[in-house]
């Protein structure tokens, strides 16, 4: 699973029998950087189906793939991503001034 703030709503103007009453929310997926405030969200934006009553600016637990249809099992639908809850609030601490393991590595070695 991971976390999206909804950006806008998807408007169809036919109905096809396959897909379920529900809307379709524009996703974008948020990182860790984006969690803790040192970037923006990424560019990648998705399309979910909510039948949760999502709303523009919420967050969301997007889960994509095959999961996001084992909800409608044994029905088949053609949902790529699928709102599995809104998020009320986050409570998310990055880790900061961890090195990395090559400069772990290399502390390590005899004479450095």
Do not use: W
């Not at 084992?70 to 609030?89: E, G, R, W």
């Amino acid at each position: 699973m991971r976390i999206a703030r909804v950006i806008g709503k998807v408007t169809m103007n036919r109905k096809m029998a396959e897909v379920l009453p529900g809307s379709y929310l524009l996703v974008r997926p948020i990182d860790r950087k984006a969690l803790g405030g040192a970037a923006e969200s990424s560019e990648e934006t998705l399309v979910l189906f909510d039948n949760l009553a999502a709303r523009e600016g919420d967050r969301v637990g997007l889960v994509e793939g095959r999961e996001a249809s084992v909800p409608f099992h044994p029905d088949k639908v053609p949902y790529d991503s699928y709102n599995a809850c809104i998020l009320d609030t986050i409570d998310f601490e990055p880790v900061v001034g961890t090195p990395s393991k090559a400069t772990q590595r290399n502390s390590k070695r005899p004479g450095k």
